[in-house]
């Protein structure tokens, strides 16, 4: 979530807020992202696995 408020507040603060625009906040843009804090490093390594496959388009997560 950092990114995204990072985001809009830097857009704001120009005096561009995109009021009327959808912007869309995934994981290659860095708008969400998983804490991977209190896990294996087995579990980190499938999830980092993951999300460059997700990143690269390799796999397609549904939008519903």
Request: net charge positive.
């Amino acid at each position: 979530m950092g990114e995204v408020v990072k985001d809009i507040s830097e857009k704001t603060k120009n005096n561009k807020f995109p009021s009327e625009e959808v912007i869309k906040y995934d994981l290659k843009n860095g708008g969400v992202s998983l804490g991977l804090d209190n896990v294996t490093s087995e579990i980190k390594n499938s999830i980092i696995q993951a999300k460059e496959k997700i990143v690269s388009g390799k796999i397609i997560v549904p939008e519903k």
